[in-house]
């Protein structure tokens, strides 16, 4: 019984990922599979168009065994964080023996050699990236920077090709992947397939391959479900078009603006400078843009300088609503996930799940109510983040009669019977 571990957002599932899931499971002979998926949102610092139980359906019928829900304080960080929160909980399984993600390059060997530079920090590096920083570059940029001195100093073969490895997004993910691998001291073997289609930010739909962010576009910008037919397998238009049936529109992070707004215009300075990622001075350009302008786009092109990327403003932003404050997270993140959540399953998931009882240590939440009898301090601080990631998520969706609350304890995980 061999079982290869995905990492996901499937926000929506499409075709390249219905490839990512068949491919993985020939290179890595596996017969079995478990994926962590992020919950209501997402590592850019958005909600999912559609809600995790709905995602996670339409993973399960398109032939993924078995999802478990990454925790939101993990789902809506930088990608290293969110890397290792989805390492740690494949490893702490204890029933994984491959992962397999997606990338630019595709090629493990070069990429592992980036991560173990990003491991141990040689001298010289950590030079090269202090003066970039210093620049006044990003932290991305900085890092690109420090590693391509780094190893065209050491007249590495990567020198010719590192830029372009840097600056694609599924390598930086993968990378990220391959260090906490390493930081988890992981038995699991890791492989590399190149993504095939259209590009990360590509937002065109063309052929029968096309872009998350390209079919998140269509959906938001037109209720014509059809025109994505051929770039998504049937069980995601099913499944979206439900979605849609019941609550009239798809999600976006606009439809917080008011919450976020009352947020940064009522709550104290202290606790927004309290916020996870926010650095000294930058409460100071929230409150300011937030009084200024009326909607999240244009806050944030109001805070951004150089040094901060717009999606990482958007993960700030994103903090902010659901109060995730730096000391907070760091607590969470010393002792890691703290539990395995099962969203959905088919007949060979549950057969996993049993597996996963014999071989781990960490509870599984399948009735959600249950974790409270468990009375762990650490699961159910970092538990309650994912409820009120639910009941915020909800409160976006108000083209609809009724706000959905505590979903959390009032869904059960989908078991596909056929």
Known sequence: MKIVGLITEYNPFHNGHLYHLEKSKEITECSYSVVVM????????????????????????????????????????????????????????????????????????????IADV???????????LKNSLNKGNTYPVARSKALEKYFKSNKSFLVNDLSKVLSSPNNILGIEYLKALKKVKSTIKPYTINR?????????????????????????????????????PEATVYYLNNFLDKYNSFNNLENYTHILLYLIRFIEKKEISNILDVEEGLENRIIKCGYEKDSISEIIKCIKT?????????????????????NSFLELHK?????????????????????????????IITKFANYQKLKKAMLNRMIEYDINATNLYFLGLTNYNGVKTNLDFLTSPYIKTK
């Open 196 to 232: 095939i289609g259209a590009g990360y930010h590509d937002k065109k739909l063309k052929g029968n391959l096309a872009s998350a962010s390209a079919i998140r576009n269509q959906i938001i910008n037109s209720s014509n479900l059809n025109k994505i037919s051929n770039v998504v």
């Open 118 to 128: 990003l491991i141990t920090e040689p001298t010289t590096f950590k030079e090269y």
């Open 38 to 113: 992020s919950g209501n949102f997402v590592q850019r610092g958005e909600p999912a168009i559609v809600d995790k139980w709905t995602r996670a359906k339409m993973a399960v019928d398109n032939g993924v065994d078995l999802v478990i829900e990454l925790p939101t304080v993990y789902a809506v960080q930088s990608a290293e964080f969110f890397a290792y929160g989805a390492i740690k909980t494949l490893d702490s399984l204890g029933i994984i023996d491959s992962v397999v993600f997606g990338s630019e390059n595709g090629n493990i060997e070069a990429l592992e050699e």
């Open 306 to 326: 150089k040094r901060y990327t717009y999606t990482r403003l958007q993960r700030i932003l994103l903090h902010i609503l659901l109060k995730i404050s730096g």
């Open 335 to 363: 002792h890691g996930p703290q539990y395995i959540r099962v969203l959905a399953s088919n007949q060979k998931g549950l057969t996993i799940l049993k597996k996963i009882k014999e071989n781990s240590n960490i509870p």
